[in-house]
């Protein structure tokens, strides 16, 4: 499955798990939340009525809207008119009779003495059975109301399986108390409100009641509307996964076809999204992996071609080196083949005999020479500490003879150098450079050596290199004048090839009447 399938299949399964947790909610949890809610509604309204009666505003002011039942009490404190006000309308009576007056005074007389603040206190004395007394009294004189009226017919509930909850208690900002418990009757929940207040001319009693909601009511609503919340949340679902996949595998797409173009290594632009997220540091890793990639592919080539000019030159180095070859063998053996056979003035074996001799020492040059090249070509560098100083001053000192005998003036300027090197390829390179400077040099001149930390110079006097043949003198058989004949031309080559080896830059220059070679040293050489 692609990652864009992958993607939306998760993102509707996530949605549709969440779904069916908030559908939980509002079967398992909705109900009794929404129960709570309703009594914190009508204690809310119970108490502002409670506090708005006592403040002396005697008006039914609810905070939040709210159906229930509700009526106000107002006993004033030395009159004998009873107040009743509920939300739809009010009453006010007189008591004319006297025992009455006396039972509601004596309420008024316990009323004066209750402290309000004292919600504990005041529920300890409401439940006395001085005011049960009262109660029972109160309900006895009232019962002649019956003899203004005939009654039909009298029904009595079943009341004796009625179970009352934990009354509980708050005190409002007003000073005055607020009762309020649960009853279960007949199947059905209420909740029932008594507030106690007094005010500067009266006492207030507030009593509310209400039917609770039951869970089981709730619960049948939540299930007819469980279809359309599920397929709300099933389209929800698939708007969302939809969403989510687009802005998931949109990068991505973009991503696969940079990729595609960068795995054929050609000149592209970097790749920028434009975002700051994983998306990014993919980004980022796929630019460098593709400039990294492309940094190798251009050293490779570089590499190949260099490979490929030193085939060519190596080749082409063969072919010069076999036809170096040949020519002193084919000149010997007509040499020998004539003094053999007697032929012309060959016979004179004592005059041409050392022509052949002398062929074949060029011949044994370029051996022992082309030997060298291989064995330190070959054997690889042997990196070790180098007083190249010292070594100086041994390789100058072995041609002193041949100095002498040109008069050949030697000027040596050798600081303190000591380098990592390998010793036997750095000789072999400087007694090179410097044979060439002694076999080239003129009588009565004279070779300046210079050396550092930086490099060394090796000036011969009396005698210049021709531009055409500098331009060309570190190619292989290339000698330094056509008069030249000791020479086989690889001198030189060898300078050059053992210089890149050892990380040495040389150069070959003219100067003022003079030829100099200059070394310069790496870090290391």
């Known amino acids: 499955m692609k990652i864009s399938g992958k993607v939306f299949l998760y993102a509707g399964i996530t949605t549709l798990v969440t779904g069916a947790i908030i559908i939980l909610y509002f079967m398992l949890l909705l109900p009794g939340l929404y129960v709570d809610y309703k009594q914190k509604v009508e204690l809310e309204n119970v108490v502002?009525?409670?506090?708005?009666?006592?403040?002396?505003?005697?008006?039914?002011?609810?905070?939040?809207?709210?159906?229930?039942?509700?009526?106000?009490?107002?006993?004033?404190?030395?009159?004998?008119?009873?107040?009743?006000?509920?939300p739809f309308g009010g009453v006010s009576m007189e008591i004319v009779d006297t025992q009455f007056t006396n039972i509601v005074n004596e309420i008024r007389k316990d009323l004066a003495g209750m402290n309000f603040d004292d919600s504990q206190k005041v529920a300890e004395e409401i439940e006395s059975d001085?005011?049960?007394?009262?109660?029972?009294?109160?309900?006895?004189?009232?019962?002649?109301?019956?003899?203004?009226v005939h009654i039909v017919e009298a029904r009595e509930g079943d009341w004796t399986q009625a179970t009352v909850g934990t009354v509980k208690m708050h005190q409002t900002p007003e000073g005055c108390v607020i009762f309020h418990t649960n009853v279960e009757a007949q199947g059905n929940r209420y909740t029932n409100y008594l507030?106690?207040?007094?005010?500067?001319?009266?006492?207030?009693?507030?009593?509310?009641?209400?039917?609770?909601?039951?869970?089981?009511?709730?619960?049948?609503?939540?299930?007819?509307?469980?279809?359309?919340?599920?397929?709300?949340?099933?389209?929800?679902?698939?708007?969302?996964?939809?969403?989510?996949?687009?802005?998931?595998?949109?990068?991505?797409?973009?991503?696969?076809?940079?990729?595609?173009?960068?795995?054929e290594l050609n000149e592209v632009a970097a790749i920028h999204l434009g975002r700051n997220d994983e998306f990014h540091d993919l980004e980022i890793a796929l630019n460098q992996l593709y400039f990294h990639l492309k940094g190798l592919l251009e050293k490779e080539k570089e590499m190949n071609a260099i490979l490929k000019q030193e085939q060519e030159k190596q080749e082409l180095f063969m072919m010069n080196a076999s036809h170096q070859l040949k020519t002193p063998i084919a000149a010997s053996l007509l040499l020998i083949e004539g003094m053999i056979e007697k032929v012309g003035k060959y016979k004179d074996v004592e005059k041409y005999l050392p022509f052949v001799k002398q062929e074949l020492m060029q011949m044994?040059?370029?051996?022992?020479?082309?030997?060298?090249?291989?064995?330190?070509?070959?054997?690889?560098?042997?990196?070790?500490?180098?007083?190249?100083?010292?070594?100086?001053?041994?390789?100058?000192?072995?041609?002193?003879?041949?100095?002498?005998?040109?008069?050949?003036?030697?000027?040596?300027?050798?600081?303190?150098?000591r380098r990592k090197s390998d010793a036997e390829i750095l000789y072999a390179m400087l007694d090179n450079l410097f044979s060439n400077a002694v076999r080239y040099t003129p009588k009565g001149e004279r070779i300046t050596v210079f050396l550092n930390q930086d490099g060394f110079r090796i000036e011969n006097s009396g005698i210049e290199i021709a531009e055409k043949v500098r331009e060309h003198i570190f190619e292989p058989f290339v000698s330094f004048s056509k008069e030249e004949k000791e020479g086989h031309g690889l001198g030189l080559y060898l300078v050059s090839l053992y210089a890149k080896m050892l990380g040495i830059n040389v150069e070959i220059r003219n100067g003022n009447n003079s030829v100099i070679v200059e070394g310069r040293f790496n870090e290391d050489v």
């Open 48 to 86: 502002a009525i409670q506090d708005s009666y006592a403040a002396g505003h005697q008006v039914m002011e609810m905070n939040k809207r709210e159906v229930f039942t509700v009526f106000v009490i107002t006993l004033p404190k030395e009159e004998n008119i009873i107040r009743i006000d509920s």
């Open 130 to 148: 001085k005011y049960s007394a009262l109660f029972k009294e109160i309900t006895q004189r009232t019962n002649g109301i019956e003899d203004m």
């Open 364 to 417: 044994q040059q370029l051996i022992y020479a082309l030997l060298d090249m291989f064995k330190h070509v070959y054997r690889g560098l042997v990196q070790e500490d180098v007083e190249i100083d010292n070594m100086m001053q041994v390789l100058t000192r072995n041609y002193q003879i041949l100095l002498q005998e040109k008069s050949i003036q030697l000027k040596l300027q050798l600081e303190e150098c």
């Open 195 to 263: 507030g106690m207040g007094a005010g500067e001319d009266a006492y207030y009693f507030t009593m509310a009641a209400n039917v609770s909601p039951r869970l089981k009511e709730l619960t049948p609503i939540l299930l007819q509307s469980t279809p359309m919340i599920l397929v709300i949340l099933a389209f929800f679902s698939l708007c969302v996964a939809s969403f989510f996949t687009k802005v998931l595998t949109s990068p991505i797409k973009v991503l696969a076809k940079e990729a595609t173009k960068m795995k």
